[in-house]
C-alpha cells in the first residue's frame, strides 16, 4: 500500500489552552489585565498583532512595543509609562515567544530565547494495517510523513512523487484506522476540518 495523495486544510493549532496567556499592568502594577490568544493557528507576527490590538484597545498610543527580529528570531519588548508586563508559569504564551516565565519591567528586552512557533516539525499518516515501518527507531505504522508547504490556514495538497509501498499484515482488508500525527506521535487536533486521503493496493 502507498499514500497517492493527502488534501486538508492547515488548522493545527499552535496556541491552544496550555500556552496562550499574558498578563499587562498600565499603572506599575497596581492592576493586571490579561491577555489570552484566542486557540487557532499563528504565524509570530499574527501573535504580535493581536497582543499590540488588545492593549491599544480604548487609547489613542501604545507605551508596550513588541516586535519580532528576524535576524536573531528572537522577540524584543519596551514598555514605557509605567507598563509592566508578566508572563505567568502556567499556560502562559512566554514560550512561544521566547521568554522565560518572568515579570518584565525594563525598558528594553530581548526573550531569552528563539521563537517557538512551529509545534509541528512533520506530520505522519499512520494506517494500522501496515508494517516494516519505523519512526525515531521504533516500529510505527506510518505510511508517509511530510511537512506542510503552506502557511497556517492554506490547504495542504500532499502528493509524493514517488510512491513507496509498505507492506500489508493482512490477507484481506475488511476494515482500516488511518490517524494523523506530529513527529512525536501525538494525534493532530484538525479542528473538524475534512481531510481526503487516497491509497493505492498492489499485489506482489
Known sequence: MALV???????FPNITHENLKMFY???????????????????IEDIIKYIKQKIKQGRDDSSVTLSANTNT???????????????????SIS??????????????????????ILSINSILVNVDII???????QRN????????AV????????????????PITLDAIYSMEI?????????????EENVSIRFHVREI
Open 5 to 11: 495523495n493527502l488534501e486538508t486544510y492547515y488548522s
Open 25 to 43: 499592568s498600565p499603572d506599575a502594577g497596581v492592576s493586571w489585565l490579561l491577555i489570552s490568544v484566542p486557540e487557532g493557528s499563528y504565524d
Open 73 to 91: 528570531l528572537k522577540v524584543f519588548l519596551i514598555l514605557e509609562n509605567n507598563y509592566q508586563v508578566d508572563f505567568p508559569s502556567i499556560d
Open 95 to 116: 514560550s512561544v515567544l521566547g521568554f522565560n516565565h518572568e515579570f518584565c519591567t525594563a525598558n528594553y528586552q530581548e526573550s531569552q530565547n528563539p521563537v517557538n
Open 131 to 137: 508494517s516494516g515501518s519505523y519512526v525515531n527507531g
Open 141 to 148: 505504522p506510518t505510511i508517509n510523513s511530510f511537512f506542510p
Open 151 to 166: 502557511s497556517p490556514g492554506y490547504k495542504i495538497i500532499e502528493t509524493p512523487s514517488n510512491l513507496v509501498y509498505i
Open 179 to 191: 490517524t494523523m500525527t506530529d513527529q512525536n506521535c501525538h494525534l493532530l487536533n484538525l479542528r
